[in-house]
């Protein structure tokens, strides 16, 4: 190849590596507003043929598990089995801080979010509250997802949600225990479980438990050779 050759085919590969990492972001933006009101039929869509999404050291899997996630869970929960949104409800749910790394063949990638949740019912509504909730609380999580080109489309594979904190509105982080406990029965018994309970040393403790998500993406600078260790002789380079 000549050097204009490679230099165009260079450009093209790093053209679709951009559209990529956006045509994800776009997926995960998206993901966060469907579940704001509360819509698991479009939810679902998002999902590949075989995703599915760990939840309170539950995995729900495929159409039916994902759906029974956002749908006979969520969805009756809040809404009372409606699409949203709906009168007094508040559940918004912000997707933030992506680092979205694409695999060298275009067909893969891992992404990590921040999740923030703003949530309650306004006093007009407040019957419809589920008993044991709060009526106005926050959370916050972390994804560490994978994404799969399939049929040339970007969905999501596995999404990976590990709950970092809850809190009480009025009371805040530092009064709350987490209002929501990890999974102890599957489907069918508990008809809103997953489908497989994480192992014992995956089980993730909620609020005010604290542990570590680990990071899918290579370090900026000193990319996949880094190590906590690193620091020690690089502080002596550093003014």
Partial sequence: MSDLEQRLAALETRVTQIEDVNAIRRLQWAYGYY??????????GLFARDGAVVFLS???RGYEGIMRLYGTWFQNLF????????????LDHFQLQ???TVAPDGQTAKGRF???L????HDAILDAKPEGMPQQFWESGIYENDYVKED???KIKRLDYMMQWQADYETGWAKTTAHLQPAVMCYPENPIGPDVILPETQVRETWPHRQEVPMSFAHPVLAAAFAVGDFTPL???WP
């Fill in 35 to 44: 579940i704001d009101y509360n819509r698991p039929e479009e939810v679902a």
């Fill in 58 to 60: 539950g995995e729900y």
């Fill in 79 to 90: 809404t009372g089995g409606r699409r949203g949104p709906v009168k007094g409800l508040l």
């Fill in 98 to 100: 992506d680092v979205i």
């Fill in 114 to 116: 921040r999740g923030i």
């Fill in 118 to 121: 703003a949530g309650g019912w």
């Fill in 152 to 154: 040339g489309v970007w």
């Fill in 235 to 237: 502080q002596k380079k």
